[in-house]
């Protein structure tokens, strides 16, 4: 029976004291005494838009909910501040208005597999950072016990009433492998990305920062070099509103501008007689300077990438973003393109070419997922660079 005292409801053997959980948001706790119990939150109060590609989905999620027989499960990875718990509470207020309830897992709790199998109504379940709260078992600690198994049956569906499981996290391998790329357990995997240049200038306009032509081409040219997320992009709206420059907020606000993150840049270029070149390597982007240093290699006829033939170079501010191409590269081709780099030539690609500007055609400048890029790096190593 389901049993409530003030904010606390628990769920215990006997006569039914309540029919079902009322459609509002619970806490799910635990003591070592009276073991599992609920605790109801505030009213999730009104939220704010959502920009981008998930925008709406939230209803197709409901909608896909409604419509299975068994359980909904949906993975929402991705970086800090990209829109993850934004998009959790809009969720949660669609299953309110469809009189689900939404019990929120927050800590490693024993028994909670069993916990949820005890309710028999349909409900949503959140597990924000789920690989932080419970973690899997690895190669390196086969001890470690792993956490994640426990809700397997559960996602399968053996038993009990349908249940829409929402687990979030940062870190998507560390997510168990019978977890991902299953349908028949998480049916959705939203992945959320840092926004492009358009959706950067947007939003900013959107909080009520009004930018200059020259400051949005900025923001722009930023965007298709460094991950902005939407946290950032509300501490640039304040300064920008408070009066303060774009130039002065971006080398002032606590954001990465030449570590971390905005290291990640994989550049390509095609020189006018169709060579193509690549750096492959985690080269530094400071969006508060001009440009940023490549070392770029020839994978076709230097397989073993033992020396970089050219390298110089990209000069931010003299590259305006063109279009996105089917891999999802920015992709520069304007006529200003030669006064955009000073790459040369190194010695290593001949004595006749040592030290001459290379001829561009093209320029490709790719963001790479983190963890792709430390494993290249780490393989890089072994080589000397030039």
Not at 22 to 31: G, H, I, N, Q, S
Not at 68 to 95: A, P, W
Request: proline share 4%; glycine share 8%.
């Amino acid at each position: 029976m389901i049993i409530e005292d003030g904010n606390i409801v628990r769920i215990v053997g006997g006569t039914k004291a309540l029919d079902e959980l009322e459609p509002t948001v619970y806490l799910l706790c635990w003591e070592k005494r009276s073991g599992h119990y609920l605790v109801k939150q505030p009213e999730v109060q009104s939220v704010e838009k959502i920009f981008g590609p998930m925008a709406g989905k939230e209803k197709k999620v409901i909608k896909t909910f409604e419509r299975k027989k068994g359980n909904t499960g949906i993975i929402l990875s991705g970086d800090k501040g990209l829109g993850k718990s934004l998009f959790c509470r809009h969720l949660m207020l669609q299953c309110l208005e469809s009189y689900i309830p939404v019990i929120i897992v927050r800590d490693l709790i024993p028994g909670t597999a069993n916990f949820i199998q005890s309710i028999g109504q349909p409900c949503m379940f959140v597990f924000d950072e789920f690989e932080k709260i419970f973690t899997k078992s690895t190669d390196n600690d086969s001890e470690q016990p792993d956490n994640q198994v426990q809700f397997l049956s559960l996602l399968d569906g053996t038993g009990g009433a349908k249940r829409l499981f929402v687990i979030t996290c940062n870190e998507l391998w560390k997510i168990n492998e019978y977890f991902v790329d299953r349908p028949g357990r998480f049916f959705y995997h939203f992945r959320f990305t840092p926004p492009d240049g358009p959706l950067v200038v947007k939003y900013l306009k959107a909080l009520g920062a009004k930018l200059k032509r020259e400051e949005s081409d900025k923001l722009n040219n930023i965007a298709s070099f460094m991950s902005l997320n939407f946290d950032v992009l509300h501490a640039i709206a304040e300064e920008i509103k408070a009066g303060y420059s774009l130039d002065e907020t971006l080398n002032d606000l606590n954001v990465s501008n030449g570590s971390e993150r905005s290291k990640t840049m994989q550049v390509t270029i095609i020189t006018e007689d169709n060579k193509t070149f690549t750096n492959f390597e985690e080269d530094y982007f400071d969006p508060s300077r001009e440009g940023v240093y490549v070392h770029l290699y020839n994978p076709a006829s230097n397989p073993d990438w033992d020396g970089a033939l050219c390298g110089g170079n990209i000069i931010i501010k003299r590259l305006k973003f063109k279009e996105t191409n089917d891999k999802g590269e920015a992709i520069y081709t304007l006529s200003n393109l030669p006064e955009a780099h000073d790459i040369k030539w190194f010695g290593c690609a001949g004595k006749k070419l040592a030290n001459k500007k290379v001829n561009i055609k093209e320029i490709s400048i790719k963001i790479m997922p983190r963890q792709e890029r430390t494993q290249l790096f780490r393989a890089r190593q072994i080589y000397d660079y030039v």
